[in-house]
């Protein structure tokens, strides 16, 4: 599969995203025999990538890695920060976060926190970022009032950002007291700000955000240790196959949806 070439150095361990690109830059990568220009695609499977004149060759990548931790507040979900803020690439240790092409899955927002899968694997993190794939996601979040059941039902079935509705959303309230709500938000989508820009037109504010679970992969497992915020482990074989299901079931969809539009037009 065809990538930017700066972005399969980086997923390979030879350099960071950003110095894969001053390399580039520099006129220091080749792609068969040619010097790569930023921004260009290679596949690794039948290109050739030199870096410094040394050929880059598929034993050279590093093995796959897939990690959840709970990120905490203040953290960005990034490699790099213009700000210098840190990121979650500063909560693992040296052997992971240098030279492996470990990455986060997706955004949650610095002043949220919770569960964020991280990985090597490319074509993993391309298919689970795809909006097509709605993979879900569980929320605690706490809000600054009480919601009545009209907003609650509203939210429930989509409310209209940016002049686009929202996909429909399971929503429970876990505990009331007279001036906060906790709730459980499960949601099939991921536009930014989503919840806390949801819960700003229905006239409150968002106190807290945590995300619990990505699909089936939680924070706090039965049969595992709680992950504590900043704390990471690996995944377990059957979450990566969870993963790696969810993506082949929304590819197939698609491929429902495309024959039945097919069949319809004939």
Known sequence: MAERV?????????ASRRKAEQLILEGRVRLNGQVVQLGQQADPECDQLEVDGQLIQQCDRPKLIYLLINKPLGVVSTC?????RPTVL???????????GIHPVGRLDVNS????????????????????????????VLIDGNLSEVSLQKWREGVMLEGKRTLPAQIKVLDLT???????????????????RVVEQLGFQVLKLHRTAIGLIQ????????????DYRLLEPWEIAFLQQHIHLGIGKKLHRQNHYVSQKA
């Not at 919770?114 to 794939?133: E, F, V």
């Not at 906790?182 to 536009?191: A, F, H, K, M, S």
């Open 80 to 84: 790099h920060d213009p700000q210098n």
């Open 178 to 196: 007279p001036h906060h709500s906790l709730l459980q938000v499960i949601l099939t989508e991921g536009r930014n700000r989503q919840i806390r």
């Open 6 to 14: 700066q972005k399969i150095l980086s997923q390979w361990g030879i």
């Open 90 to 100: 500063d909560l693992l240790p040296k052997h992971l976060s240098c030279g492996q």
């Open 113 to 140: 926190t919770g569960a964020l899968i991280l990985t090597n694997d490319g074509q993993l993190t391309l298919s689970l970022t795809h909006p097509r794939y709605h993979l879900p996601k569980t929320y605690e």
């Open 219 to 230: 924070l706090n497992p039965h049969l595992l240790p709680p992950l504590s915020l900043g």
